[in-house]
């Protein structure tokens, strides 16, 4: 098809494409002015009390006064410390839990009960437990953030060393690949995109958990802030503080996406994405 | 004989490990002086006491999940609706796209205290609290499942004259219902902790609230069968979530394994 067109509506068709793209961009960032200029409008007509939903001018004051703040800055601080040791610890057990488990068939049969069982039970069940036990600390913040995100990794896992082509398992066997050798070049590679969406869904889980802990249990950060900001009636501080958190939310979601794509480059799935 | 033998195999293979597990939190706990941990036996006793033989089945447990399935049922509808709506219009994605992305990434839980503001500490701040937190997987998912639908069959659709509602069921819903319904199972395990969220931050009745009130009270043991309860119920809702799922998607899993080359 391509190679019967001629030079100038090749460029015509590449054109149309970057056009089309640059109109995409323009709409979406139309569309965001439009959501900004809503929420100052809203409050300042009336239709919303300005005590519910203060316009978006003095969020924006709450904000600089915000980021003036020492204690602003620790709360982020303890919060993405809460978020990324949780994780971290998650993600590790998770992987060492799911390859142990997926690569011996007799364990994957013999845990699939429990891991069912235990999957769905909601991590925030564990909060008084760990506010009896821990009291209000980082302690605390961890347990729920690992319990939560320990069974998304998990169960990517699993899904992972489940998909491992039998021809190439079989063909490693034939080269004499040994037990590690197979797991290494084999099912690691054959995973790891799963590992990987995994470990973005944890993230996120992560995220909300540390968050909900901060703001129930009293532990120091982001969410702890909102609760006090909220008891103490400082609407605009509140508002400019979960406009923070969900910053932090894109940041994460834009974090985990580069991982993924920088750690999958030579995969198909992103490959086809490129040509 | 060796259907038997398999099946016995099952049974053996989904019930040891937590006979092993129940029996060493029993064993191990027999003698526990510990605060924390509670013996085992004394907590299944409580359960009776606690949960069965008192209002709080229908005072507490009730409540909590009527606010549940109305948020979440309500979050199906707003995020279905509009999913569609943006999934089919690729300029209303286009301009939609940057807001939701931004929206769906607070932490649905920082949205207990704003919207008690808003709505008090009642029912409807609860239920607007799981709204909030559940519609955005339901959306974003039914907007990937609408701009999937498979190019051929809008044609074929648009060949035969099928239009209007039977085209949005028949054609459009249907062919997004895979993504939808994944949609559906992370939006309930969200609505659950934001059901259990906003009960503990602040409320006057419901599951989550009992929790938090024993273990304010240093009522330990109580405090345990709480947990238990919650933990059963997550699982009860991820099951009746699954059989759902089974039946919805039926054709779509037959289609699927079909395309494979397999027989069901």
């Known amino acids: ?275 | 004989m060796r259907i038997a033998r398999r099946v016995t195999r099952a049974i053996l293979a989904a019930l040891a490990l937590p006979a092993i597990l129940l029996t060493l939190w029993w064993v191990l706990t027999a003698d526990s002086e510990s605060y924390y941990l509670p013996p085992l036996s004394e907590i299944l006793a409580a359960v009776d006491d606690v949960w069965l033989h008192s209002d709080r089945l229908s005072a507490d447990v009730l409540p909590s999940v009527l606010r549940l399935f109305g948020g979440f049922l309500l979050a199906v509808v707003i995020g279905v609706a509009l999913g569609v709506a943006i999934g089919s219009s690729r300029r209303l994605r286009a301009f939609c796209e940057p807001v939701l992305e931004f929206l769906r990434a607070i932490p649905p839980p920082v949205l207990v205290p704003v919207l008690m503001l808003v709505a008090g500490i009642g029912d409807t701040m609860k239920v607007l609290v799981i709204v909030s937190g559940c519609v955005w997987p339901i959306l974003l998912n039914t907007v990937e499942g609408v701009r999937a639908v498979d190019e051929v069959l809008v044609e074929t659709a648009r060949c035969y004259g099928v239009r209007g509602p039977s085209r949005l069921w028949n054609l459009v819903i249907r062919s997004a219902s895979p993504q939808i319904v994944a949609g559906l199972r992370q939006g309930l395990s969200i609505g659950i902790i934001l059901m259990v969220i906003s009960e503990m931050f602040a409320a006057s009745n419901g599951l989550g609230f009992s929790i938090i009130q024993f273990q304010r009270t240093f009522a330990v043991t109580e405090m345990w069968t709480g947990i238990l309860l919650l933990g059963l119920l997550g699982f009860l809702l991820a099951t009746l979530m699954r059989l759902f799922e089974r039946r919805a998607l039926n054709w779509y899993f037959g289609l699927r394994q079909a395309q494979r080359g397999g027989s069901r």
């Open chain 1, 1 to 275: 098809m391509t190679s019967t067109l001629t030079a100038p509506a090749r460029a015509s068709r590449a054109g149309a494409a970057s056009r089309a793209a640059r109109g995409t961009t323009l709409l979406g960032v139309l569309g965001f002015a439009t959501f900004l200029a809503l929420l100052e409008v809203v409050p300042r007509s009336g239709l919303v009390s300005p005590d519910y939903l203060p316009p978006l001018s003095r969020i924006g004051v709450a904000l600089a006064e915000l980021a003036g703040e020492a204690g602003f800055w620790t709360a982020i601080v303890d919060t993405v410390q809460g978020w990324f040791l949780g994780l971290a610890i998650a993600v590790a057990a998770g992987i060492a839990a799911g390859f142990v488990i997926g690569t011996i068939p007799v364990l994957r049969e013999f845990t699939a009960s429990t891991i069912e069982f235990l999957r769905p039970i909601p991590s925030v069940a564990l909060i008084p437990l760990a506010v009896l036990v821990f009291g209000s600390e980082l302690r605390s913040v961890l347990l729920l953030v690992i319990y939560a995100a320990f069974w998304q990794v998990l169960l990517q896992v699993l899904y992972g060393v489940q998909d491992v082509d039998p021809v190439a398992q079989e063909t490693a066997r034939t080269f004499g690949l040994h037990r590690w050798a197979r797991i290494r070049h084999v099912t690691w590679p054959t995973a790891l995109p799963y590992v990987l969406t995994g470990v973005r869904l944890a993230a996120a889980v992560a995220l909300i958990l540390a968050i909900t802990a901060e703001l129930i249990i009293g532990a120091p950060g982001l969410g702890n802030e909102i609760g006090v900001a909220q008891s103490g009636g400082a609407v605009a501080r509140m508002y400019a503080l979960v406009i923070v958190t969900g910053l932090l939310g894109v940041a994460v979601n834009v974090l985990a996406r580069r991982l993924e794509r920088w750690l999958l480059s030579w995969h198909s799935s992103l490959r086809r994405e490129v040509a």
